[in-house]
């Protein structure tokens, strides 16, 4: 492994890794790697300003694959793609087509969904690379993380400080007594930096990467509240009335606003085994209360700074 194509790499996620790249550096001779990154103009690049590693930034998308054409462009080993699964057949494509062999897509627990837009086109997807990485005789490693947390714009967790931190008369769904296994953005930095250190290992196998311990909806939303120091009343409502309630939405904004299938995601369990990852390169996740702490401070942070 020589020449490395990065995606993502602006991303909590990529940061991470970038931020154990650094630190590695000399120990895995990271020197003798030219890693080259996917950047958009509006992109925060000052993380990379102070790294010693040799990247070369290139400027421009990934939504065609004409565009994924142009960041591919050179002799290239390998790909790491963290920029998204909806990404990954127009990215994986062009790269074969510059020889590209050896590839790591960062894909999403969500195929294990029964529910047909959850899981349905991560389905479709994964085997579209599948095929094409076979046809190509390229190696196809894919990594799949639960709920990602650690952001503010994370979608997941930060969603649901901002409620907790804001409802004190708290519905949740079936007594919100089902497992789930967030996962803290700076464990998939790691994850996916020994992954991609570690192809002797790794190449064309698929890791479920999960947090530490499964634990119940409503015991996030504790914990959520703990840290924060406030007090909710949780009040269950049966999945069936949440059910008629997005239907009711559904039908009163002329199929504007569709909530059904998220109603009834909310119920499904999502924790999964990371045993394998554990077993192959040593992942060992933190738990949801002690990653959480720092996305908890950086939201107190934000809200003080708004209220003065």
Not at 23 to 30: G, I, M, P, Q, S
Request: a neutral charge.
């Amino acid at each position: 492994m020589k020449r490395v194509l990065i995606t993502g790499i602006s991303g909590k996620n990529g940061r991470y890794l970038l931020e154990e790249m650094s630190k590695n550096r000399e120990r895995d001779d990271l020197d003798n790697i030219h890693f080259k990154v996917l950047l958009r103009e509006s992109s925060d690049t000052s993380f990379l300003d102070e790294c010693p590693l040799d990247i070369e930034r290139y400027y421009g998308s990934i939504d065609t694959k004409e565009d994924a054409l142009k960041f591919v462009d050179g002799e290239y080993d390998t790909l790491l793609h963290i920029a998204g699964i909806q990404r990954s057949v127009q990215i994986v494509s062009a790269a074969i087509e510059k020889g590209v062999k050896r590839f790591i897509l960062v894909h999403t627990t969500g195929i294990y969904s029964k529910y047909k837009e959850a899981g349905e086109g991560y389905r479709q997807i994964d085997a579209k690379v599948k095929e094409i990485c076979e046809e190509a005789k390229a190696t196809l490693t894919i990594l799949r993380p639960t709920m990602i947390y650690g952001s503010l714009n994370d979608g997941n967790i930060s969603v649901f400080i901002k409620m907790v931190d804001k409802l004190r008369l708290f519905p949740v769904i079936n007594g919100a007594k089902y497992e789930l296994q967030p996962v803290w953005c700076k464990d998939l930095g790691k994850a996916f930096y020994d992954v991609l250190m570690n192809p002797e290992i790794t190449d064309s196998k698929e890791y479920d990467l999960s947090g530490g311990k499964p634990i119940l909806l409503i015991d996030i939303f504790k914990e959520i509240g703990n840290q924060l120091g406030v007090k909710n009343t949780f009040i269950s409502v049966p999945s069936s009335i949440a059910y008629l309630g997005a239907w009711i939405v559904y039908i009163l904004t002329f199929k504007k606003k569709d909530y059904r299938e998220k109603v009834q995601r909310m119920v499904e369990p999502r924790a999964y085994s990371y045993e394998k990852a554990a077993n192959d390169f040593n992942y060992s996740p933190h738990e949801f209360k002690d990653g959480v702490k720092e996305e908890i401070i950086m939201y107190k942070q934000l809200k003080e700074t708004k209220n003065k």
